[in-house]
């Protein structure tokens, strides 16, 4: 006899009850919460997709350096562009 034997069930003993099956059809309905999709706009390229999943975007951008002596700092010029793009998702 094994360690985890038993008299009446040979060497070997399974801890805990039997498998144990079903075959009534569960019943379900989906709660969504929040939105499938959306339309992702950025005008300042022109630019509206629908999206439903991750989505990243990236456009090419030509800049053009200040030809006045002034704008540069210890050779350097620096100048921030603003962006903004926008999701509008309208509950299904």
Do not use: K
């Not at 059809?25 to 005008?43: F, H």
């Not at 951008?61 to 921030?80: I, L, W």
């Amino acid at each position: 006899m094994g360690c985890y034997g038993h008299p009446e069930q040979g060497d070997r003993h399974d801890a805990g009850n039997p498998p144990q099956s079903d075959d009534d059809p569960i019943e379900w309905s989906e709660n969504l919460y929040g939105y499938d999709s959306g339309d992702l706009t950025d005008p300042r390229f022109t630019y509206e997709n629908n999206i439903s999943g991750d989505t990243t975007v990236t456009f090419d951008e030509t800049f053009t350096c200040s030809t006045d002596p002034d704008d540069y700092t210890d050779g350097s010029y620096t100048e921030t562009f603003t962006n903004w793009a926008y999701l509008d998702a309208t509950s299904t």
